[in-house]
């Protein structure tokens, strides 16, 4: 049952949203200053975060503020998006900044292929529950496979979510995925332990 109007619950999500873009983008950017590293901060932007017509504001000023360059900022948006012409000119001025774009858990929404070649993208993340699944039959590791195929055919960097197994690096690595995250590289980190990763190398 929902406590709230779902109006305000939206409006609610949209703040939180845009209070950790805040509290990250100043913790990268100390990190930054601090580091000769090249790194960069991926922020996950809701639909009605993206959507609102102050979003665009929002990122120039977290740039500004924090001093994140804006080629180490990327943000990543659903594969549900990737239709809606206002979300389409919205990730054109994104990339005109020079912001990178990820497509994120690609392949469990119904978005047609026309859509997604010419969607200003860099990055195509394939979603965990393919990853957990890819090395249990060859169809499996075949749709991985064809998924990455596409991403590069497009342009895009692949990257693969929720490895956790050394098996599913090794096969990732033999149909050439780019790039990989999860449990097998490391657990989320506190604020601070993440520094000291950082500042320790």
């Known amino acids: ?9 939206s409006i609610n999500k949209v703040l939180v949203d845009g209070t950790v873009f805040k509290k ?3 913790f990268f950017g100390k990190l930054l200053s601090e580091t000769d590293e090249k790194l960069t901060l991926s922020l996950n932007a809701s639909v009605r975060h993206l959507m609102r017509s102050d979003f ?22 659903t594969e549900s998006i990737i239709i809606d012409e206002k979300a389409m000119h919205c ?8 912001i990178r774009i990820a497509i994120d858990d690609f392949g469990t929404g119904y978005s047609s292929l026309s859509y997604l070649n010419r969607f200003p993208a860099n990055l195509l993340k394939i979603d965990k529950s393919f990853i957990d699944k890819m090395n249990l039959n060859e169809p499996s590791r075949q749709y991985v496979a064809a ?3 596409i991403g590069h055919a497009m342009g895009f960097d692949v990257i693969s979510e929720g490895v956790e197994e050394q098996d599913q690096l090794e096969t990732l690595r033999s149909i050439g995925c780019d790039y990989i995250q999860g449990y097998i ?6 604020q601070e332990d993440a520094e000291k990763l950082v500042t320790s190398r």
């Open 185 to 190: 590289w490391g657990r989320p980190l506190s």
């Open 1 to 9: 049952m929902n406590m709230f109007p779902h109006s305000e619950y």
């Open 91 to 98: 990730n054109d001025e994104l990339k005109a900044m020079g």
């Open 56 to 77: 665009m504001d929002e990122i120039r000023s977290l740039i500004q503020e924090s001093g994140v360059p804006a080629d180490q900022l990327e943000i990543e948006v």
């Open 24 to 26: 990250a983008s100043r």
């Open 147 to 149: 998924i990455i195929s």
